[in-house]
């Protein structure tokens, strides 16, 4: 297997990097503390293709890999996971669902504003009492006079309160269990469609959550994203590519807690030396650095076989869960490392410390991404 990157792809992590170290990372605090979203970095990033990074040109899109797109996902969540998120739901969910499963009138109508960025997307899947078990949701949809009257609500909605275009499912008939959810596109303005609390979060504070709500809302029929009782089947194989950039945002905030840890071990001292030349702090960035690497890899081979059109759903989950869970490590050792430092917001690491752990929860905890792969070690083996 040839691990080295590209000339293109290396290309594109040079104009990923340039613009999240020189246009994010001086704002990244300032976002975090007023909650606002970055709505003026998120254009830009819709102006150099990253909000359409895996479709092609005739919607609009850049025609990238997942490689490219795992590897522009960690170099913005580098300097900000909030705006990594953004970049990884927007172009992953939402933009993803239409495109992969929705009629091409729908593609064409959707797509290319979405993918230009001329248009946020939200993707709704989790309601207040269904979040692991996806299949459990409330919300309902019912079909009348060439309409879907929609009636419910969901819950930690990334680009809930600023998208315009968002993908929701609902339950079309009860009594097929998880066979009778169907997706739909609805638009801000539909009659019945509003937006709920912003939710007040413990990390990626600028990301955008909202609850969305459903009365009596009309959606056109048209607005169906393939067949009644698809939309489950469809949100599971959104979720299989959603976790490899989810596994690309964790080694983003590993690796910039990696970065600063170095920084400040190689400048601060202690009893006369610095914290670098200490075993205890080397050992420290030995495990840290083998880690990220490891999560990296595993995450380029998730994306490399997702390009290559073969089964990823068990190598995303393994990128997934270990990316989320060493970079929650890596993390915690860069606050060790700064010690009280670390505590303070005056330090990148206190940050990134409480971006993480939206990783190990969102697109499937880790005990999910663990049932996924022991189920599929069971049939391998």
């Known amino acids: 297997m040839d691990f080295n990157l590209s000339e293109e792809n290396l290309q594109i992590q040079k104009i990923a990097r340039d613009f999240a170290q020189n246009r994010i990372a001086p704002v990244a605090m300032e976002y975090d503390e007023s909650q606002e ?70 593609k064409k109508k959707y797509v290319p504003d979405l993918a230009s960025g001329r248009k946020l997307g939200a993707w709704g899947l989790t309601e207040n009492v269904s979040g692991s078990d996806a299949a459990g949701m409330q919300t309902t949809a ?22 315009q275009t968002a993908v929701i499912t609902a339950v079309t008939d ?42 009596n809302c009309k959606v056109p029929a048209e607005n169906l994203i393939g067949n009644e009782g698809d939309g489950y089947k469809q949100c599971m194989q959104i979720l299989d590519g959603g976790r490899i950039s989810i596994a690309a945002l964790a080694v983003g905030i590993a690796q910039a807690a990696f970065e ?20 205890a702090i080397q050992f420290k960035l030995a495990d840290m650095a083998t880690e ?28 997934k869960y270990y990316a989320s869970e060493i970079a929650t490590r890596a993390t915690n050792e860069a606050i060790q490392i700064h010690g009280g430092y ?34 599929q070690l069971v049939e391998m083996y």
């Not at 006079?145 to 990334?158: A, D, E, P, R």
């Not at 600063?260 to 075993?279: D, I, P």
């Not at 990220?292 to 989950?317: V, W």
């Open 37 to 106: 979203f970055p709505m003026d970095i998120v254009k830009e990033l819709g102006e150099i293709g990253f909000l359409g990074i895996l479709f092609p040109e005739e919607y609009e899109g850049s025609n990238l890999s997942t490689v490219d797109y795992v590897i522009i996902v960690e170099e913005i969540s580098k300097a900000d996971p909030s705006i990594g998120l953004t970049v990884a739901s927007h172009n992953g969910l939402c933009t993803n669902h239409i495109y992969m499963f929705g009629s091409d009138d729908l």
């Open 142 to 163: 019912v079909k009348e006079n060439g309409y879907y009257i929609l009636n419910g609500s969901k819950s930690f909605i990334t680009q809930g309160g600023v998208g």
């Open 174 to 215: 009860k009594s097929k269990g998880s066979k009778g959810i169907s997706a739909f596109v609805l638009e801000k303005g539909f009659v019945g469609f509003s937006v709920g609390k912003k939710e007040n979060k413990l990390g990626m504070r600028s990301s955008d959550t909202c609850e969305l709500i459903f009365d």
């Open 260 to 279: 600063h840890s170095v920084k400040y071990a190689k400048q601060r001292k202690q009893f006369g030396k610095t914290l670098s030349e200490f075993q």
């Open 292 to 319: 990220i690497e490891a999560a990296r890899l595993l995450t380029y081979k998730a994306a490399k076989l997702k390009d290559e059109g073969k089964d990823f759903k068990f190598a995303a989950s393994m990128a």
């Open 342 to 375: 670390g505590f303070i917001k005056d330090f990148p690491v206190e940050k990134l410390y409480r971006d993480v752990k939206l990783t190990t929860i969102g697109e499937g905890t880790s005990e999910v991404q663990k049932m996924i792969m022991a189920r």
